[in-house]
């Protein structure tokens, strides 16, 4: 008689409970046998670390209910079978119309209870909300397996993984004598702790010997903000989300409100001079219903020509080899949807033009002579690198004036992403949720892409940005510029900001933030189980991420061969996607991994049966 065959999943976030609703959607056609699945994690199923409870109601998900699912549908690249499911809105609404049990977070939280109750399509739910829904989509495909198979679940932190490379693993639990004997072992960690790097420990030490405060990375939800004092001034570096974060619990969270509009201080806020290397916030998030025919994605950067690129002799070089494709791609989706939409701002048939773009090399002159003539107004074309830098070459002489000119740029950013005249924007975005899914088949490309994703696709709803118009406004935030550095001053014990947009402004400060995720890669992590798998013989990229097989997610070691018995999947992975979940209908390349490494290990354990007299996993 044989034992029964164990997989032991590390890390029960989202995509841990994304891997476990594709065991439930394809272990009838692969493995029909018992099987213990033990889901290992300090925090709750479903939600995680980044979508638990357990933080405050003011921070919200940077996406719009409807464009919120777990499931798969017939967009996405599998193999396995298509379990479509509600959306977060369509959830919410089964829940407040009876159809469905609200669970236990809902049922428990008298204010959880009442966003589901008012709760739109269009809302940004609250990040709590959002963890029930988690929790909802967990025990559903908990629900969902086969009787043969049980899950445990393991409340505490998974300390290392050993066993010999063909053998059983041992997965060594923190507080347990004890190690879980494993069949199969996934790595579904999502973000990461890291530890500070050279200069994150310089400025660290710099603010010790003066008394100051120094926030490195981290993760805004978890940071312990008391240090930043009412009245004072703080840098802020970064001006990503991690910073929308960190202004709401500075304001709002220290008893701030908005009245009409305006920002009414509580007196407890510190002022945030932020600044970034771009010197502006992410952009809005899209504020309007599709409007019109959808760009049909992928047109000119799709699977053919991902697998030649990756099938050539040497490695593909992102920016030589790759970016002119991702260009004219997102060029095409912009220009089909302007031609559609305003056909006045355009001097040439789309027929024509389409056939002209489609012969055009990409990145060539002859494509950028064609666009110009096409559509006359610079305004109108796509100018990815512009986009990127938006503050090159612009100076103010005074920090007032700077200050005027970025709420100018951010009142324009929210005008633009919630005027369906501007739909070309929303097509960019679709061409860029089209672009990633091919990208995470080229691994570890760095890491100015998902900086250059999150920037364009990624950044806040629309609230947020008018809350921090009223922040500026009301003096609690001030914007520094572009190509912010710092400087720490050994003999006046303060730390000084600056930046290229206003020349010959300072700012001194004793209290330093950075606003943004802490480093991914195995060397910096202070994950104790990804470091042990490093030092053991995994292996990593060359911007340090773990090495894994983009087809299965199965680990590599140091020299490219993979371990038969362990996967990874999230952020610290050369597969990285830009979520654990996404907008329904966008191809959802987490949900193609989960399924490939689903079936994999569901193969594997059907053609390696586990013999009844088992040796231990570390014989």
């Not at 841990?16 to 439930?24: F, H, K, P, Q, W």
């Not at 980044?50 to 933080?55: A, G, P, T, V």
């Not at 505490?156 to 069949?183: C, F, I, K, N």
């Amino acid at each position: 008689m044989n034992a029964v065959p164990t997989l032991v999943v590390i890390g029960a976030g989202p995509r841990g409970t994304g891997l476990i609703e594709r065991i439930a959607a394809n272990a009838a056609g692969l493995y029909d046998g018992p099987l213990d699945i033990h889901l290992v994690d300090p925090f709750p199923p479903g939600g995680g670390r980044i979508w638990r409870h357990d933080q405050s109601p003011l921070l919200w998900m940077n996406s719009m209910a409807e464009d919120v699912t777990m499931f798969t549908d017939e967009t996405v690249r599998l193999a396995g079978p298509v379990r479509p499911g509600p959306a977060l809105d369509a959830w919410a609404a089964d829940v407040r119309e009876g159809r469905t049990e609200p669970g236990p977070d809902v049922a428990a939280d008298p204010a959880l209870r009442g966003e589901v109750e008012g709760l739109g399509a269009a809302d940004f739910p609250s990040r709590r909300l959002q963890g029930a829904y988690l929790r909802w989509v967990y025990e559903r495909s908990v629900a969902a397996l086969p009787p043969t198979v049980t899950v445990h679940e393991h409340r505490g932190r998974a300390l290392r993984v050993t066993g010999p490379r063909g053998g059983r693993q041992s997965v060594h639990l923190e507080g347990r004598a004890e190690p879980l004997a494993a069949d199969l072992v996934v790595l579904a960690l999502g973000h990461l702790d890291a530890e500070p790097d050279d200069e994150q420990r310089r400025l660290s030490g710099f603010a010790g010997r003066h008394g100051l405060v120094h926030l490195p990375p981290d993760f805004t939800a978890d940071t312990d903000l008391s240090a930043l004092r009412p009245g004072e001034p703080v840098i802020v570096r970064g001006f990503g989300l991690a910073f929308i974060d960190l202004m709401v619990l500075l304001t709002e969270g220290r008893g701030g409100r908005y009245e009409d509009g305006a920002y009414l201080p509580s007196g407890e806020e510190p002022v945030l001079y932020v600044g970034s290397r771009r010197g502006v916030p992410y952009h809005s998030k899209i504020g309007y219903v599709r409007p019109g025919e959808r760009p049909p994605l992928p047109r000119f950067f799709g699977p053919d020509l991902a697998e030649e690129l990756l099938n050539r002799p040497e490695p593909p070089d992102f920016r030589r080899d790759i970016w002119p494709h991702v260009d004219k791609e997102l060029g095409y989706a912009h220009y089909h949807r302007l031609f559609a939409s305003r056909p006045e701002r355009t001097t040439a048939d789309w027929t024509v033009f389409e056939e002209k773009y489609a012969a055009a090399e990409p990145g060539s002159a002859d494509l950028r002579a064609l666009v110009a003539a096409a559509v006359p107004d610079p305004a109108d074309r796509l100018d990815l690198a512009a986009l990127d830098h938006p503050l090159d070459g612009i100076r103010h002489h005074s920090s007032g004036a700077f200050q005027e000119a970025t709420r100018a740029y951010i009142t324009a950013d929210l005008e633009r992403r919630h005027d369906s005249g501007h739909s070309e924007d929303l097509a960019v975005f679709l061409g860029l949720l089209s672009v990633y899914g091919q990208l995470t088949r080229f691994g570890d490309i760095g890491e100015w892409w998902h900086g250059f994703f999150s920037y364009l696709a990624s950044g806040p709803p629309g609230p947020r940005l008018r809350q921090l118009l009223a922040l500026s406004r009301a003096g609690v935030v001030r914007f520094l510029g572009a190509g912010t550095t710092v400087e720490t001053d050994e003999e006046r014990g303060v730390f000084r900001a600056s930046a290229a947009t206003v020349p010959g402004e300072r700012t001194e400060a004793r209290a330093l933030v950075e606003a943004r995720l802490p480093d991914p890669s195995p060397r910096h992590t202070r994950s104790t189980l990804l470091r042990a798998l490093y030092e053991d013989g995994a292996g990593a990229t060359a911007t340090g991420l773990l090495a894994v097989d983009p087809g299965d997610g199965r680990v590599l070691d140091r020299d490219g061969r993979p371990y038969p018995r362990r996967f990874a999947l999230g952020p610290h992975t050369a597969a990285r996607t830009s979520g654990a979940f996404t907008r329904p209908r966008t191809g959802g390349p987490a949900f193609g991994q989960n399924d490939a490494t689903a079936r994999a290990a569901l193969t594997f354990l059907r053609d390696h049966p586990v013999p009844g007299d088992a040796a231990g996993p570390d014989d």
